[in-house]
């Protein structure tokens, strides 16, 4: 199984970021597909899910209204759309295939992808 996460950079406060994860060797549509993202020197915490169909979305409350998860289960797919980021935006991004069908826990998640780095500057 590998989830390849890309789209990450450097961005200017008030920018926009899309970041992508395409998953293969799993069954795509049989997962939630997560964001997680892990600043310096804190612990990782988690951003968004989407469950397996896509008619159900959460957001952690630092993103809500300014990030926007999708995904497309023919192209095996998930996408993290990030506006009016800030500096404190700044961290790895991890996407995951979690288990859960709500807010998922680190221990729901079944296979991590790579991180990307997301670094917003002031």
């Known amino acids: 199984v590998q989830l390849q996460a890309s789209g990450g950079g450097l961005v200017q406060a008030g920018g926009s970021l899309r970041l992508s994860c395409a998953a293969s060797?799993?069954?795509?549509?049989?997962?939630?597909m997560a964001w997680f993202r892990q600043a310096p020197g804190k612990e990782r915490e988690f951003v968004t899910q989407?469950?397996?169909?896509?008619?159900?979305?959460y957001y952690a409350d630092s993103v809500k209204g300014r990030f926007t998860i999708s995904r497309d289960n023919t192209k095996n797919t998930s996408w993290l759309q990030m506006n009016s980021l800030k500096p404190e935006d700044t961290a790895v991004y991890y996407c995951?295939?979690?288990?859960?069908?709500?807010?998922?826990?680190?221990?729901?998640?079944?296979?991590w992808g790579k991180g990307t780095q997301v670094t917003v500057s002031s």
């Open positions: 995951a295939a979690s288990r859960r069908a709500i807010v998922p826990t680190e221990g729901d998640i079944a296979y």
């Open positions: 060797g799993l069954t795509f549509s049989n997962y939630g």
């Open positions: 989407i469950n397996w169909s896509g008619a159900r979305r």
